[in-house]
Nanobody, 130 residues
Framework: QVQLVESGGGLVQPGGSLRLSCAAG????????VAWIRQAPWKAREGVSC????????YYADSVKGRFTIFRNNFNNTVYLQMDSLKPEDTATYYC???????????????????????WGQGTQVTVSS
């Protein structure tokens, strides 16, 4: 059974930074798309960012553009989400998900439906608070 290993969440003050990581060997290699999807209480699931090959353009939700950066380390098949200038509204559980593509649907941003991804991580909590 494939297990996505997530790490890097925690408590940070507004304006601070965190780096999330997601790894699962070949599953998180460049042949697959890796997305970060977040879920906050009483809010809809949101596709934050997604990356596939080094030659593609990563996807970012408008809410995180200019603050978050997704990138890969192809030596250890790890995908990172660098989160800077964090805001209280970034507070959520962040999930790493692996699929075949970064599918952006019309005006709704990154598709976050369960069936779009083959593997999901257990989630890591990010709390932005003073």
């Amino acid at each position: 059974q494939v297990q996505l290993v997530e790490s890097g969440g925690g408590l940070v003050q507004p304006g601070g930074s965190l780096r999330l990581s997601c790894a699962a060997g070949e599953i998180t290699s460049e042949q697959n798309a890796v997305a970060w999807i977040r879920q906050a209480p009483w809010k809809a699931r949101e596709g934050v960012s997604c990356i596939k090959s080094r030659f593609g353009i990563p996807y970012y939700a408008d809410s995180v553009k200019g603050r978050f950066t997704i990138f890969r380390n192809n030596f250890n098949n790890t995908v990172y989400l660098q989160m800077d200038s964090l805001k209280p509204e970034d507070t959520a559980t962040y999930y790493c998900a692996v699929g075949r593509r970064c599918l952006v649907g019309g005006g709704n941003g990154l598709v976050t439906a369960d069936h779009e991804y083959d593997y999901w991580g257990q989630g890591t909590q990010v709390t932005v608070s003073s």
